[in-house]
């Protein structure tokens, strides 16, 4: 599968932005699909993850009650709603698909995208 990020951007602390990531191919629907991130200096962490029937979410603490994550079947495309967004929030975030028996704890399992920077000022 082939996965294409867009939505990063420059946004000042407390803005709000939304990720997508279009998947190509048949398996999106099969496929847990989830939303990366990593800062320069640092190791890539999870941020969310929807199952593969949508029915399941998981958050990384630090984007509970900020970020919502979503999918389009018909569009084949993942979404990540990002409010009050915070400077630590600067990162590249990648979309991810892997397996539904995965897990989110592999940081690097499945496909990923390329990326896409967010900025958030202070």
């Known amino acids: 599968v082939q996965l294409v990020e867009s939505g990063g951007g420059l946004v000042q602390a407390g803005g709000s932005l939304r990720l997508s990531c279009t998947a190509s191919?048949?398996?999106?629907?099969?496929?847990?699909m989830g939303w990366y991130r990593q800062a320069p200096g640092k190791q890539r962490e999870f941020v969310a993850g929807?199952?593969?029937?949508?029915?399941?979410?998981n958050y990384a603490d630090s984007a509970k009650g900020r970020f919502t994550i979503s999918r389009d079947y018909a569009a084949n495309t993942m979404y990540l709603q990002m409010n009050s967004l915070k400077p630590d929030d600067t990162a590249v975030y990648y979309c991810?698909?892997?397996?539904?028996?995965?897990?989110?704890?592999?940081?690097?399992?499945?496909?990923w995208g390329q990326g896409t920077q967010v900025t958030v000022s202070s």
């Open positions: 991810n698909a892997r397996l539904p028996s995965t897990g989110w704890g592999p940081a690097d399992a499945g496909s």
């Open positions: 929807i199952s593969s029937g949508g029915g399941s979410t």
């Open positions: 191919g048949s398996t999106f629907s099969i496929a847990d």
